[in-house]
């Protein structure tokens, strides 16, 4: 299978909770990355988390990580109509020259 | 905003002709990498610097050749661009606390 895999898509509704879902394979990375893309945009680093943690909250975002079943997950309290975008789950790999991505979740958030 | 252009944002080209994009850093940062994306695949990278004149392959290079001759610049060549080439490349750089940051993107359409 793929290094990291992530659904396509997600709608919710506005004040709704987002839960994005990743899987990845390597064990050996240090952190695991979440990153946002509107349109037109480049990638604009969310959040992350040490892969010796359970969950980290940042605000409205919370990430965690089961490093048995090597899956990620984002939660975004509270979706806005500008949370609508690309997220993805990144996974740097032992070296950090060896960046795998996702293919990328969007979110679609209705008022 | 970590100081990174990427140059042209959008160009059209013929299949067979080279084509040179650039990407500019302000911020001596080292490690310097070139991503395409294409839909359903995320991002792959394409070549990274680890820095002057030290390059690297990645998981998608065929086709692909970089040059860093400075510190603030990594150019990627497509030596004879074929449709396949056809997406968004994006350059990033790596800070020093090890996260990636990228640059707004360079559409690239071969017909």
């Known amino acids: 299978g793929e290094d990291v895999e992530q659904s396509l898509f997600l709608s919710v509704r506005e004040g709704d909770s987002s839960v994005i879902n990743c899987t990845y394979t390597?064990?050996?990375?240090?952190?695991l990355y979440w990153y946002k893309q509107e349109p037109g945009a480049g990638l604009q680093l969310l959040t992350y988390i040490f892969s010796n943690m359970d969950m980290k909250q940042d605000q409205r975002l919370t990430v965690l990580l089961n490093k048995k079943d090597k899956h990620l997950s984002l939660r975004i309290a509270d979706t806005q109509t500008g949370d609508s975008a690309i997220y993805f789950c990144?996974?740097?790999?032992?070296?950090?020259?060896?960046?795998?991505f996702g293919a990328g979740t969007r979110l679609t958030v209705k008022p | 905003d970590a100081g990174i252009t990427q140059s042209p944002r959008h160009k059209v080209t013929e299949t067979g002709t080279p084509v040179t994009l650039r990407c500019h850093q302000t911020e001596n940062h080292r490690y310097m990498y070139w991503y395409r994306q294409d839909p359903g695949h995320g991002l792959r990278l394409i070549h990274y610097s680890y820095g002057v004149k030290d390059t690297d392959k990645g998981e998608v290079s065929d086709g692909y050749s970089v040059s860093r001759s400075k510190t603030e610049d990594f150019l990627l060549t497509l030596e004879s661009a074929t449709s396949s080439q056809t997406s968004v490349y994006f350059c990033?750089?790596?800070?020093?606390?090890?996260?990636?940051?990228f640059g707004p993107g360079t559409r690239l359409t071969v017909t």
């Open positions: 990144a996974d740097p790999r032992y070296n950090n020259n060896d960046m795998r």
């Open positions: 990033a750089i790596r800070s020093s606390g090890d996260e990636q940051y």
């Open positions: 390597d064990s050996s990375s240090t952190y």
